[in-house]
């Protein structure tokens, strides 16, 4: 088991610049791992995915080229590196992680068992 702990959300101007970061309790070596986001009345949605073996990534078309995501494994943290955020971006964020062997990097949040708080990031235009 893994406990996700996530940090560095705010509020901020359209055009902006957040980092979000992902803590974790243990190890997490060879674990895929992701961000999602999520607004009220609205299904979680996969933002930006990375296997940390590899370091491959996925990222949902309304993100590319904007977000970037990254991983430090000494510190066992995540991040989400967020520039020109737009109005749409305001969500809650929340950091997974799963250990399952799989051929693919999943986008899906139903492909991910441990899960964080979230941190919320609300961009005003």
């Known amino acids: 088991q893994v406990q996700l702990v996530e940090s560095g959300g705010g509020s901020v101007q359209a055009g902006g610049s957040l980092r979000l970061s992902c803590a974790a309790s243990?190890?997490?070596?060879?674990?895929?791992m992701g961000w999602f986001r999520q607004t009220p009345g609205k299904e979680r949605e996969g933002v930006a995915t990375i296997y940390t073996g590899s370091g491959s990534t996925t990222y949902a078309d309304s993100v590319k080229g904007r977000f970037t995501i990254s991983k430090d494994l000494a510190k066992n943290t995540l991040y989400l590196e967020m520039n020109n955020l737009k109005p749409e971006d305001t969500a809650m964020y929340y950091c997974?992680?799963?250990?399952?062997?799989?051929?693919?990097?999943?986008?899906?949040?139903?492909?991910?068992?441990?899960w964080g708080q979230g941190t919320q990031v609300t961009v005003s235009s």
């Open positions: 997974a992680a799963d250990f399952r062997t799989r051929r693919f990097l999943p986008l899906q949040s139903t492909e991910y068992n441990y």
């Open positions: 243990g190890s997490t070596y060879r674990t895929y």
